[in-house]
């Protein structure tokens, strides 16, 4: 090397092919983040680069975390006006212009996260060259946050790969393999670890001609053709989306259908398209849900447990599903259930859902390898650095089963229930160390929700509360620790907005307006279909489970269907008729109108709701208000750009929500009187 220059975040050296590589590392930060001083920083580096043009440039991170994993949202997020949001756009769009115009070769080397900012920095250089490993990731997903790229990324990615491929990258939010970008054109080669450098040298050295979209890719950014795609677009996105609850990815298509022909004026739209976003308070909500993720995460430290061999005791709907995921996730499983065909039935879902995740053959018998059947426990109870019980819900079953196995199981083993509804200090009482017995309580279905309640019993350590958090983590899931009371945390704030949906439906009201009234205010599916999806035995046992210790009425149309065997989708009959030969089609049994108004229906179900989660917080069955909110958006999808039921009586003015409150007693009974914690 011939010539270093360093700043804060970037590193430059030029070598003796005089190719400068620019190696980003930021500051204080185990991850690349675009913040404001690194994009000055980058700015001044081009400006002299300009004045000394070297051969080429490369762009690459000298962190192992990987290459840049988007603009730095702490940052954006702090921006509350819409002016000084547009300043900090304005000044990557501006970097990255100058990037983009500088005059000579340019490369973005991607190993690890290329993501949002990042991944618009390597659309501003001339080419891309990804390591090809699982662990290299490029996408956009600032919709996620609520918000779109702006450093240019709306303006360049289209003609780069179609529109197609391009819009499903923005409006998906979802990352890609280099493999997959490298089909789509997003990136030029998808090349091993140890060719990498070579690679980019090359290419510096013999730039070929960059990446031109084939014709028709081209041919869908044309105008005659944008607003016809645009339809298909919006309506794709409505299915998921609705516009007056999540704006971002509407404005995306909206912007390419106006001004892709003029970039200049596209790229200014971006800007203030993006600084009217980011003030908002659907992108607000998102961000914040975005930081309380991340402090979830960090209440599980992974070095806490080392979870080489995880034991399942229950092969059932929960049980099942568990050890399939853990085996997914790469750690061996063994799993005891007495039942042999029980056992055969979880081999086929593991089956399954590996194919659907991993693809490739040799990872899905890798996976299938590491899930081993234990009829009795044989192979597992000894060995397993962390035991699930995950049998029947009944005490004297666990009791049993734990008397039986607390010998056999390694004293340092993390030992878990993932009981719903029994208290941890109850079933800890038979065992000689109660106070190793912690909660994990999953979420049906296993892959798709990613909280697990740590329940935390009056015995439990509190250090193997802190195991079992870290474990959630191994796994990929969230973890949040909640007091042993019933219901927990989530269960006991979703059930009172459930049992009012039946409520409203034992007085006539059709199960398909209860359910839109829901879907309007922003859940992602209505309460009676979720009833029907749980499982109305299961629904209905919760329900007992919280009424002996809340005086929860349960509505006699839940014990008469459970009573006649209609549990919902599973049974094909529940509020809702499922037509098998229509693929379990929904469809409504009692139609009719109703002459309460959606905003009436909705308050009396979302009224109990949050009326519950103040009852909770005053109880302490979580730590704090911000804890609660991610619990209930993670473990119920409650409508995440509200940012959670506390974050929503914030902002709506806690006094006038409580009279709500005083107002729906007045008039349907006790059941809405508003709890004691409203006046804290
Ligand atoms: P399930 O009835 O589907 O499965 C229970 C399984 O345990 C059965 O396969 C049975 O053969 C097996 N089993 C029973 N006693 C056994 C023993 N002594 N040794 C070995 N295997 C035994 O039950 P499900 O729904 O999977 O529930 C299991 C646990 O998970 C319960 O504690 C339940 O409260 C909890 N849970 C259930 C949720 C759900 O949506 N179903 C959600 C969250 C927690």
């Known amino acids: 090397m011939?010539?270093?220059?360093?700043?804060?975040?970037w590193r430059m050296e030029r070598d003796n092919d005089d190719i400068a590589w620019l190696y980003f590392s930021r500051k204080d930060s185990s991850v690349n983040t675009l913040s404001t001083e690194a994009l000055t920083e980058l700015d001044d580096l081009l400006t002299d680069l300009a004045k000394n043009k070297p051969k080429g440039l490369i762009i690459l991170s000298a962190k192992e975390s990987g290459f840049i994993a988007g603009a730095d949202v702490k940052e954006i997020s702090s921006k509350k006006t819409i002016?000084?949001?547009?300043?900090?756009?304005?000044?990557?769009?501006?970097?990255?212009?100058?990037?983009?115009?500088?005059?000579?070769?340019?490369?973005?080397?991607?190993?690890?996260?290329?993501?949002?900012?990042?991944?618009?920095?390597?659309l501003a250089c001339r080419y891309r060259i990804a390591e090809d490993d699982p662990k290299t990731k490029l996408g956009l997903p600032e919709v996620k946050l609520g918000i779109h790229p702006a450093f240019g990324g709306t303006v360049r990615l289209p003609p780069l790969i179609g529109a197609p491929a391009a819009m499903d990258l923005m409006l998906s939010g979802r990352a890609i393999s280099a493999r997959a970008a490298q089909k789509t054109g997003l990136v030029d080669y998808a090349v091993p670890k140890r060719h990498l450098l070579e690679a980019a040298r090359r290419t510096i050295l013999k730039p070929p001609a960059p990446h031109k979209p084939k014709r028709w890719q081209a041919m869908t950014n044309h105008r005659l053709v944008r607003p016809w795609l645009a339809k298909v677009f919006r309506k794709k996105v409505a299915a998921k989306a609705p516009e007056k609850h999540y704006p971002a990815p509407y404005a995306i298509i909206d912007l390419w259908q106006k001004y892709a022909d003029t970039p200049g004026r596209m790229l200014r739209e971006e800007r203030a398209s993006e600084a009217q976003l980011v003030t908002d308070?659907?992108?607000?909500?998102?961000?914040?849900?975005?930081?309380?993720?991340?402090?979830?995460?960090?209440?599980?430290?992974?070095?806490?447990?080392d979870p080489k061999h995880i034991h399942v005791i229950g092969g059932g709907v929960m049980g099942?599903?568990?050890?399939?995921?853990?085996?997914?996730?790469?750690?061996?499983?063994?799993?005891?259930?007495?039942?042999?065909?029980?056992?055969?039935?979880?081999?086929?879902?593991?089956?399954?859902?590996?194919?659907?995740?991993?693809?490739?053959?040799?990872?899905?018998?890798?996976?299938?390898?590491?899930?081993?059947?234990?009829?009795?426990?044989?192979i597992g109870l000894s060995?397993?650095?962390?035991?699930i019980e995950a049998i029947f819900e009944d005490i004297n079953a666990k009791h049993a089963l734990f008397k039986e196995i607390e010998s056999k199981i390694k004293p340092d083993a993390l030992l878990a229930t993932n009981t719903s509804s029994i208290p941890i200090e109850d079933l800890a009482k038979v065992l000689s160390k109660p106070e190793r017995l912690v909660g994990l309580h999953f979420f049906n279905p296993v892959a798709l929700m990613q909280l697990v309640e740590?329940?935390?019993?009056?015995?439990?350590?509190?250090?193997?509360?802190?195991?079992?958090?870290?474990?959630?983590?191994?796994?990929?899931?969230?973890?949040?620790?909640?007091?042993?009371?019933?219901?927990?945390l989530v269960n006991r704030i979703l059930m009172p907005y459930l049992i009012e949906a039946v409520v409203l439906e034992s007085e006539g009201v059709p199960a398909s307006v209860i359910d839109k009234a829901a879907l309007d205010y922003g859940m992602p599916m209505g309460p009676i279909e979720l009833a029907d999806t749980v499982g109305l035995d299961i629904c209905l046992h919760v329900a007992e489970n919280l009424s002996q210790a809340y005086h929860v009425d349960i509505p006699e149309r839940l014990k008469n269907l459970v009573k006649a065997g209609n549990l919902g989708k599973k049974t094909g009959n529940g509020f809702y008729h499922y037509n098998k030969k229509k693929g379990g089609k929904k469809q409504q049994k009692k139609s009719g109108d109703s002459n309460m108004t959606n905003d009436e229906i909705c308050d009396r179900m979302i009224m109990k709701m949050l009326n519950e989660s103040?009852?909770?917080?005053?109880?302490?069955?979580?730590?704090?208000?911000?804890?609660?909110?991610?619990?209930?958006?993670?473990?119920?999808?409650?409508?995440?750009?509200?940012?959670?039921?506390?974050?929503?009586?914030?902002?709506?003015?806690?006094?006038?929500?409580?009279?709500?409150?005083?107002?729906?007693?007045?008039?349907?009974?006790?059941?809405?009187?508003?709890?004691?914690?409203?006046?804290?």
Not at 2 to 9: P, V
Not at 344 to 359: C, G, P, S, Y
Request: proline fraction near 4%.
């Open 83 to 122: 002016e000084d949001a547009a300043e900090f756009i304005r000044l990557g769009q501006a970097v990255f212009d100058r990037l983009e115009n500088i005059d000579c070769p340019t490369v973005a080397l991607i190993s690890g996260f290329c993501l949002g900012g990042g991944l618009e920095l390597a």
């Open 281 to 305: 308070e659907t992108a607000q909500n998102l961000i914040r849900l975005f930081f309380l993720q991340e402090r979830m995460k960090s209440l599980g430290n992974k070095d806490l447990i």
């Open 454 to 488: 740590i329940v935390c019993g009056t015995d439990t350590d509190q250090a193997v509360i802190d195991k079992a958090s870290a474990f959630a983590r191994h796994i990929d899931r969230l973890p949040v620790p909640v007091k042993s009371t019933p219901g927990f």
């Open 614 to 680: 103040i009852a909770c917080l005053r109880e302490q069955v979580v730590e704090d208000a911000d804890l609660l909110d991610a619990g209930i958006v993670y473990g119920t999808g409650f409508a995440p750009f509200r940012g959670g039921p506390m974050n929503y009586i914030e902002k709506e003015k806690k006094a006038e929500l409580k009279d709500k409150l005083s107002k729906l007693t007045e008039k349907y009974g006790d059941r809405f009187t508003p709890d004691a914690g409203w006046s804290n």
């Open 2 to 9: 011939t010539h270093t220059q360093t700043s804060d975040h």
């Open 383 to 387: 060995q397993a650095d962390v035991i």
């Open 320 to 378: 099942g599903d568990i050890a399939v995921w853990c085996a997914l996730c790469g750690f061996t499983v063994t799993l005891q259930d007495h039942k042999h065909e029980t056992i055969a039935n979880v081999m086929q879902r593991a089956h399954k859902l590996f194919k659907k995740k991993l693809k490739l053959p040799r990872l899905i018998t890798a996976a299938t390898d590491r899930l081993i059947p234990d009829i009795t426990g044989s």
